[in-house]
């Protein structure tokens, strides 16, 4: 019997020892209503015991969790990738070890890349690149021809070549025309179709939430309504087309209340929200830091309290951070000539716990459901188990650490996050999928 030491071999997915065993953690598995001190047997890269497991005279690695959380795998939905175009910012690889170190197993990369996601020859590209590696990337297909909003992609193409979903994310579906075709050919096979929901007819001189604090920094605004009145626009086509519409990052209190109305009257439609919208306002914006520069901007606290409302009663049922990353210098010029965007994946964990399980506002096994159940289910992916006979596909981390973020231990090739010197309470410990299994570094 030997014990693992937890550290990397420089960093890399490490391979999965043939006999592993993960001693007394807590197993938290919603989807299986399962939540108890178990150990974990994984032999060959398969689960092959749940459940109390001797371990005197085990020939194989064991790893000691005292208490640790062993979860199904964790997914982000919404993650930009920048490979092809700006591997300068990311690549397939760093962001799928800035995901892994942020305590993923699976990652949906958007289609804003330079060529889009728009071509079978692209997500075989995409998906190549990410074939070896731990965490498992599934793309998702631009809604239009170049992401230009004028005309449809080859939809039902993409997806036989597997895309999960399609979205022009980024930028809206301006016409009302193309959203309504979209929704139409996604429901013949059954994907969601991701609204970046912003009318910018009302938005190209914003750079920050609308209203006292950009007046008082003499900012261009951008409204809450201009995303309410796309949202209320594609719910309805939602409820004509019978299509499933999914609202990425959803900012505004109103839009809350949109989409659980909507649910209530029965239309598909399904919503996930970013930890920066709900763990900073627009204030954090008086210091001009790029970093609290995104789409859509950090809105007030009535805002805030409306997400996390909306995150308690399921009308938000999942979290994905929009991880989207930009070079030093781009986010090194003055705030109006800066990009939108920050990197999220390795805070995700983190901000999640401590903003809203440690603050009653949803349980453990309720944020596990937002991380490892329901973006499954909305991109119709099977979801992992912690069960005999399943592949291990598993995130473990530790809900009573804490930690400070700091910019070294980021394996993200870009750094641009508010978060950089927080501490935390909530960390990632390890991943395990695909056979491997990798320490998180944070
Ligand atoms: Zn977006």
Redesign the pocket.
Known sequence: MKYANGNNDQGRFQSLPGKLLLKGGRVVDPGQKLDKKMDVLIEDGKITAVDKVDASGFDGEVVELNGKVVSPGWIDMHVHLREPGREDKETVESGCYAAANGGFTTVCCMPNTTPAIDSQEIIQYIKDRARELLVEVHPIAAISKKREGNELAEILDLVEQGAVAVSD??DPVMSSELMRRALEYCSMVDIPVIG?EEDNTMTHDGHMNEGFVSTCLGLGGIPTVAEDIMIARDIMLAEYSGGRFHV??ISSGKAVELVRQAKARGINVTAEACPHHFTLTEEAVRGFDTNTKM?PPLRTAEDVEAIKEGIRDNTIEVIAT?HAPHSWEEKASEFIYAPFGITGLETAMGLTQTQLVNEGVIDLNQMIEKFAINPYHILRLPIPQVAKGQAANLTIFDPDEEWTFKAESSLSKSKNSPFIGWTLKGKPFAVINRNKLFYSQL
């Open positions: 994310d980024g970046h990425a990052h789409h929009d």
